[in-house]
């Protein structure tokens, strides 16, 4: 008996085959080439591609591909130009970065090749299966990215911290999905919504509810969320900068793209009122949590990995409604943040450049003084950040909290904006130490080491503050592109 | 229920007979002549040296580490063999094409100098 | 004859699940930690298999989710072990609590 192969429709899945075909172009051409720099362009060239290709999808009606298994609709091709811009910019960091400390390989943009499609699986995914791949092969290149500056200690500590706790998150992730299956018979999400509302599936099912924390309680570490954050400030501070300013973006992007689909596509209309509650919670605890803990902090990476978890509990914020504004309000603050934090950590990269400058914020004082150009992209960042007009991030929280007040949860609104509020102290401090504060004296003979900025890395703060800003004047392309971001 | 263990209580019992029939009819055939070299630990080969709990060389692990990569991803070719028969000759290029990206893993370990040992 | 209810295989799937969080927590070295992942990680294996069996024989799903399972725990664990490998050439221990030179 002859068995039928189902049409795969590969072409639903085109950015994310350019990426990860890219990934194994480069990790053979390591072998051959030289000037390794050259296959960090042709990574570039790769993510080039899988955007065109993207934006052509977006012209064609949303097919499911692989036997329902992942589909190409408005969501996943939004959320792969999200992790598409994260990429690129990161690459960008990269090259100047690595290039500095002697670390320039091959694998390092391949590694992170692989990460991005492991990112675009998580957005594209319609079954949990695909959710749990996409996952894994985002984690398991980013464990190796951390830990990927051999000659610093640090870095392989973060490498083993990061890889520790997210393997155990990555099983009880698991647990999780094995549950879901055993309660409703199905990994596929919009099978396992059908049996919720009409195949006559037990709302108060214990198996599906544990099953349900269970994800939940994965998708919470990779999103970073309270109380699940413990490794974010150690890993963001022990992994190469560029690394980091990939991983603040892109893998809380992917987190939440799975858990968006998987809550409003599975447990959308039935079971909404249950999850509502866990995750405003959690989205209550976190923005609190991330702003207080940002308050202490000295160093300029282990602050913004504070500020990150943050960031995600006010993009929590607008998955609690489960509304379609609420969503599309989720993709423009996380578009807003690819640009205005990788801009952010582009500033540090360029900073931490040198021995003589670590990445403490103290000694970012007199900056404003001996380069007035970066130290007002750091205060374009920082402002943006703090969620002030007329940048991008205004808007981003601006969207999103409105989404909480249409879906009559102002008070989310109140609590998201006093953290606002709150997050200005320590933004505004790093501000305060460049324009305030004179540079340390320097004691005799010792000299004061120039900061230089190589090609690729002021092509990232170029395009990061010139879209902050263009965004934060006119939002609307933005809101545009994800008003095309619907379930297929 | 337990009516299906039966057959694994069975199997079970067969697989112990055998080796010890066979290690008692050897003891009845075999011809006993000690001498002190016979009853050494290790009759062959020279004596043991040192500690027997040495620390592997670290090189040891990573052909531990690629050994099982590559010995995992077969897992994926055996549901295609059982079903060879029946699937079309095309679903064969998506089979090379799994093989070849292991073979690009295989190629990338052997140039990084991951299979020579020192 | 009476099949084995589908409960008694969750029990032993949920004591394989405790064993594995109680090592992963209880172990210092990062060795026996991945061994109590991997515990876990089988435990979803046994689910998987018997919910396959008693719930959803016909959609092959659960069978095959666990084959990528049980690969994607050996890529994890060999990524695992090659860092672990990597941080200890470098600071000769592989003990957890040895690793604290990252704070503020």
């Given at each position: 008996?002859?068995?039928?192969?189902?049409?795969?429709?590969?072409?639903?899945?085109?950015?994310f085959?350019?990426?990860?075909?890219?990934?194994?172009?480069?990790?053979?051409?390591?072998?051959?080439?030289?000037?390794?720099r050259?296959?960090g362009?042709?990574?570039?060239?790769?993510?080039?591609v899988?955007?065109?290709?993207?934006?052509?999808?977006?012209?064609?009606?949303?097919?499911?591909?692989?036997?329902?298994?992942?589909?190409?609709?408005?969501?996943?091709?939004?959320?792969?130009?999200?992790?598409?811009v994260?990429?690129?910019?990161?690459?960008?960091?990269?090259?100047?970065?690595?290039?500095?400390?002697?670390?320039?390989?091959?694998?390092?943009?391949?590694?992170?090749?692989?990460?991005?499609?492991?990112?675009?699986?998580?957005?594209?995914?319609?079954?949990l299966?695909v959710?749990?791949m996409?996952?894994?092969?985002?984690?398991?290149?980013?464990?190796?990215?951390?830990?990927?500056n051999?000659?610093?200690?640090?870095?392989?500590?973060?490498?083993?911290?990061?890889?520790?706790?997210?393997?155990?998150?990555?099983?009880?992730?698991?647990?999780g999905?094995?549950?879901?299956y055993?309660?409703?018979?199905?990994?596929?999400?919009?099978?396992?919504?059908?049996?919720?509302?009409?195949?006559?599936?037990?709302l108060?099912?214990?198996?599906?509810?544990?099953?349900?924390?269970?994800?939940?309680?994965?998708?919470?570490?990779?999103?970073?969320?309270?109380?699940?954050?413990?490794?974010?400030?150690?890993?963001?501070?022990?992994?190469?900068?560029?690394v980091?300013?990939?991983?603040?973006?892109?893998?809380?992007?992917?987190g939440?793209?799975?858990?968006?689909?998987?809550?409003?596509?599975?447990?959308?209309?039935a079971?909404?009122?249950?999850?509502?509650?866990?995750?405003?919670?959690?989205?209550?605890?976190?923005?609190?949590?991330?702003?207080?803990?940002?308050?202490?902090?000295?160093?300029?990476?282990?602050?913004?990995?504070?500020?990150?978890?943050?960031h995600?509990?006010?993009?929590?914020?607008?998955?609690?409604?489960?509304?379609?504004?609420?969503?599309q309000?989720?993709?423009?603050?996380?578009?807003?943040?690819?640009?205005?934090?990788?801009?952010a950590?582009?500033?540090?990269?360029?900073?931490?450049?040198?021995?003589?400058?670590?990445?403490?914020?103290?000694?970012?004082?007199?900056?404003?003084?001996?380069?007035?150009?970066?130290?007002?992209?750091?205060?374009?960042?920082?402002?943006?950040?703090?969620?002030?007009?007329?940048?991008?991030?205004?808007?981003?929280?601006?969207?999103v909290?409105?989404?909480?007040?249409e879906?009559?949860?102002?008070w989310?609104?109140?609590?998201g904006?006093?953290?606002?509020a709150?997050?200005?102290?320590?933004?505004?401090?790093?501000?305060?130490?460049?324009?305030?504060?004179?540079?340390?004296?320097?004691?005799?003979g010792?000299?004061?080491?120039p900061?230089?900025?190589?090609?690729?890395?002021?092509?990232?703060?170029?395009?990061?503050?010139?879209?902050?800003v263009?965004?934060?004047i006119w939002?609307?392309?933005?809101?545009?592109?994800?008003?095309?971001?619907?379930?297929? | 229920?337990?009516?299906?263990?039966?057959?694994?209580?069975?199997?079970?019992?067969?697989?112990?007979?055998?080796?010890v029939?066979?290690?008692?009819?050897?003891?009845?055939?075999?011809?006993?002549?000690?001498?002190p070299?016979?009853?050494?630990?290790?009759?062959?080969?020279?004596?043991?040296?040192?500690?027997?709990?040495?620390?592997?060389?670290?090189?040891?692990?990573?052909y531990?580490?690629?050994?099982?990569?590559?010995?995992?991803?077969?897992?994926?070719?055996?549901?295609?063999?059982?079903?060879?028969?029946?699937?079309?000759?095309?679903?064969?290029?998506?089979?090379i094409?799994?093989?070849?990206?292991?073979f690009?893993?295989?190629?990338?370990?052997?140039?990084?100098?991951?299979?020579?040992?020192? | 004859m009476?099949?084995?209810?589908?409960?008694?295989?969750?029990?032993?799937?949920?004591?394989?699940?405790?064993?594995?969080?109680?090592?992963?927590?209880?172990?210092?070295?990062a060795?026996?930690?991945?061994?109590?992942?991997?515990?876990?990680?089988?435990?979803?294996?046994?689910?998987l298999?018997?919910?396959?069996?008693?719930?959803?024989?016909?959609?092959?799903?659960?069978?095959?989710?666990?084959?990528?399972?049980?690969?994607?725990?050996?890529?994890?664990a060999?990524?695992g072990?090659?860092?672990?490998?990597?941080?200890?050439?470098?600071r000769?221990?592989?003990?957890?609590?040895?690793?604290?030179?990252?704070?503020?």
């Amino acid at each position: 008996m002859p068995i039928e192969i189902p049409t795969l429709n590969i072409a639903a899945l085109t950015p994310f085959l350019a990426v990860t075909v890219t990934a194994f172009v480069v990790m053979f051409f390591e072998l051959f080439v030289n000037d390794k720099r050259i296959l960090g362009y042709l990574s570039l060239l790769g993510l080039a591609v899988a955007a065109i290709s993207s934006v052509m999808l977006l012209g064609v009606s949303p097919a499911p591909a692989f036997q329902e298994m992942a589909i190409s609709d408005g969501y996943a091709l939004v959320l792969n130009l999200i992790f598409i811009v994260t990429a690129a910019l990161s690459i960008l960091i990269s090259l100047s970065y690595l290039g500095d400390r002697a670390l320039q390989r091959g694998e390092y943009y391949a590694l992170l090749l692989f990460s991005t499609g492991g990112m675009m699986l998580m957005g594209a995914a319609t079954d949990l299966i695909v959710v749990f791949m996409g996952l894994e092969i985002m984690s398991i290149a980013l464990y190796v990215l951390a830990a990927f500056n051999r000659r610093k200690m640090g870095s392989g500590e973060a490498g083993m911290k990061y890889f520790i706790l997210g393997a155990f998150a990555s099983a009880f992730f698991l647990y999780g999905v094995a549950l879901v299956y055993g309660a409703t018979g199905s990994t596929n999400l919009s099978a396992i919504g059908n049996w919720f509302t009409s195949g006559g599936g037990d709302l108060t099912d214990p198996i599906a509810l544990v099953g349900l924390s269970l994800l939940l309680v994965g998708f919470a570490f990779k999103i970073a969320a309270v109380p699940f954050q413990w490794w974010t400030p150690d890993v963001y501070q022990g992994a190469p900068t560029s690394v980091t300013a990939f991983m603040s973006v892109g893998a809380k992007a992917a987190g939440f793209a799975a858990l968006v689909r998987l809550l409003m596509v599975s447990f959308g209309q039935a079971f909404t009122l249950d999850w509502q509650i866990a995750v405003a919670a959690l989205a209550v605890v976190t923005m609190t949590g991330g702003n207080i803990a940002a308050l202490a902090q000295k160093d300029i990476k282990r602050m913004l990995a504070f500020s990150s978890i943050a960031h995600a509990g006010y993009i929590l914020v607008g998955v609690v409604p489960g509304t379609i504004d609420g969503v599309q309000a989720v993709l423009f603050y996380l578009m807003g943040y690819a640009f205005m934090n990788i801009g952010a950590f582009a500033v540090v990269a360029v900073l931490e450049h040198r021995v003589a400058i670590s990445s403490a914020i103290e000694e970012y004082a007199g900056l404003a003084a001996r380069k007035p150009l970066l130290a007002a992209a750091m205060l374009l960042f920082m402002v943006s950040l703090t969620g002030l007009p007329p940048f991008v991030g205004f808007w981003g929280k601006l969207y999103v909290f409105r989404a909480a007040v249409e879906a009559n949860m102002s008070w989310l609104a109140v609590v998201g904006v006093i953290n606002s509020a709150i997050s200005a102290f320590y933004y505004l401090g790093v501000v305060v130490q460049m324009y305030m504060r004179p540079a340390a004296a320097t004691e005799d003979g010792e000299e004061v080491v120039p900061i230089s900025l190589s090609g690729p890395v002021t092509i990232t703060l170029a395009v990061a503050v010139i879209i902050t800003v263009i965004l934060g004047i006119w939002p609307t392309p933005l809101v545009n592109l994800t008003s095309l971001a619907v379930f297929g | 229920m337990l009516q299906e263990f039966e057959f694994l209580g069975v199997l079970g019992a067969i697989t112990l007979t055998i080796p010890v029939v066979t290690l008692i009819i050897a003891w009845l055939l075999r011809p006993k002549k000690p001498n002190p070299a016979k009853q050494e630990t290790y009759e062959s080969g020279i004596k043991t040296i040192g500690d027997t709990w040495v620390q592997f060389k670290a090189q040891y692990y990573i052909y531990a580490i690629i050994f099982v990569v590559f010995d995992i991803e077969a897992v994926f070719l055996f549901p295609f063999a059982v079903a060879l028969r029946q699937l079309p000759l095309y679903s064969l290029i998506w089979a090379i094409v799994f093989i070849v990206l292991l073979f690009d893993g295989l190629l990338y370990g052997w140039r990084k100098g991951a299979l020579h040992w020192n | 004859m009476m099949p084995i209810p589908l409960s008694w295989w969750l029990t032993v799937s949920a004591a394989l699940f405790s064993i594995g969080v109680y090592g992963a927590l209880s172990r210092k070295n990062a060795i026996g930690i991945l061994m109590g992942i991997e515990l876990v990680l089988n435990a979803v294996n046994i689910n998987l298999v018997a919910f396959w069996r008693y719930i959803a024989p016909t959609d092959i799903s659960g069978q095959v989710f666990a084959i990528i399972v049980i690969t994607v725990a050996a890529a994890e664990a060999a990524v695992g072990l090659a860092i672990i490998i990597a941080l200890y050439r470098r600071r000769q221990t592989a003990v957890v609590d040895d690793l604290d030179l990252l704070k503020n």
